[in-house]
């Protein structure tokens, strides 16, 4: 493998995360929140291992919001002859992403917890 195509690999990469960032709502509030709740994590000095998990949901709930954006940007140029189907595969996609973040909150609810009591009880 050559460093240029390697180079124009990440390029892409970046190029489709750009896409995402500029045209899915969803994906930047997710990058806002994971921001957020990585500052957070080193305020409240966490421990190591939670960080890594709290990182690896904040990477794991991104990659499905992108997995999600690259199936409906497929799907729509089938949309004309599989309609129904598009319809449901779009919405299955987005329960995905939903249940993916719901998971992830709960797990990070469940780290901060006894952080954010000695905060405030203290």
Same mark, same amino acid.
């Given at each position: 493998m050559s460093f240029f195509r390697?180079?124009? *690999?990440l390029k892409d990469a970046a190029n489709g995360i $750009? $896409?995402?960032f500029c045209h899915e709502q969803n994906f930047r509030l997710q990058i806002v929140i994971g921001i957020a709740v990585l500052l957070s994590?080193? @305020?409240l000095d966490i421990r190591t291992h =939670?960080? @890594?998990v709290i990182l690896l949901l904040i990477t794991w709930v991104l *990659?499905? =919001?992108l997995l999600n954006t690259a199936i =409906?940007?497929?799907l729509d140029l089938l949309k004309p002859r599989l309609h129904t189907h598009v319809a449901t595969i779009k919405d299955i996609m987005a329960a995905v992403v939903? @249940?993916? *973040?719901v998971g992830a909150c709960l797990i990070?609810? @469940?780290i901060f917890e006894p952080y954010l009591v000695e905060l405030l009880v203290g």
């Open positions: 390697f180079w124009q *690999s $750009y $896409y995402a994590a080193f @305020i =939670e960080k @890594i *990659s499905l =919001e =409906e940007k497929f939903l @249940i993916s *973040s990070g609810c @469940i």
